[in-house]
């Protein structure tokens, strides 16, 4: 049976409508393919004309539109709503995306890792068109840089992240320019360099899933939540609060007010709660118990 004073507080920023969706979803796939375009030059030049600089950088970009379409298809089942088996919706299938795309880029640096170790063993050859097709591979990121700032809104991020795929297409240039003019081993740190960064980033994503599934109390939150009470003449006698998602939260309140208050000033004080959370933006779902404070 439910408690009365218990009030569920959803702050939510709302959905985006359905014909934006579908103009961001057409955005998403022209992106995808563009990566996918820049990738298959980069593994021309990898592959055929003997580049491991462009090779690391090939297989990563592969890696990358695959988790690219991970990452969309988790995006779309967060979205689903509550259900008898799932009461607090679907948001962390959000990390679904993140979970496999970690899996799949520590699978390719291992093998990459080989790969180079036997290189640094033996010499090869890198053929001036691997310089080329590097140079080509290029063009599809720069592309999708100019349609991600184009639409602006989430894209921007992706526009910023990508900057980073061009800078390491510079790095395979130039890397695989010193590979065919003066030796491999120029060529050969070039990939070392990629890999290291590859790993480092394998690390940085491994450390943000552990600290979001950690349920870490966001604790700008929990201070909010104080300081309105404060402001609002009430105590709080426990907080709990837990980051669902990024940006998204979940936690519950135990909030004391006289004996004597009436039902409608406890929700009043609920509202007052929901209102000023929702004010700096926060999206999140509070329980809010109330208890009687028996005056002497």
Known sequence: MENPHDF????GIGKRATNEDSRNSRYFYLVVLLSAAGGFFKIVSGLVYGSKAALVDALTSIVNVA???????YEVLSLKPPDRDHHYGHKRFYVGGSMFSTVLYSVVGGALLIDLLYSSMVSYEVHILAVFFAT???I????????SRKVGGSYETYARYTVIEVVECAVVILASLGGALVSYLIDLSGAVFLLVYLFTEIVREVRE??????DKAPSFIVDRVREISRELGVEIRSIRVREVVP???HGDAVVVL???TTLEKAHEVAHRVEQALKKQGV??????????FHQK
């Open 8 to 11: 569920h507080v959803d702050v």
């Open 67 to 73: 988790a690219a379409l991970l990452v969309a298809k």
């Open 136 to 138: 080509l591979g290029a």
């Open 140 to 147: 599809p990121y720069l592309t999708a840089i100019a349609i």
């Open 209 to 214: 899933l552990l600290s979001l599934i950690s």
């Open 247 to 249: 940006g998204r939260y």
């Open 258 to 260: 006289p004996a004597e």
């Open 283 to 292: 999206e999140a779902d509070l329980v809010i118990h109330i208890e009687p």
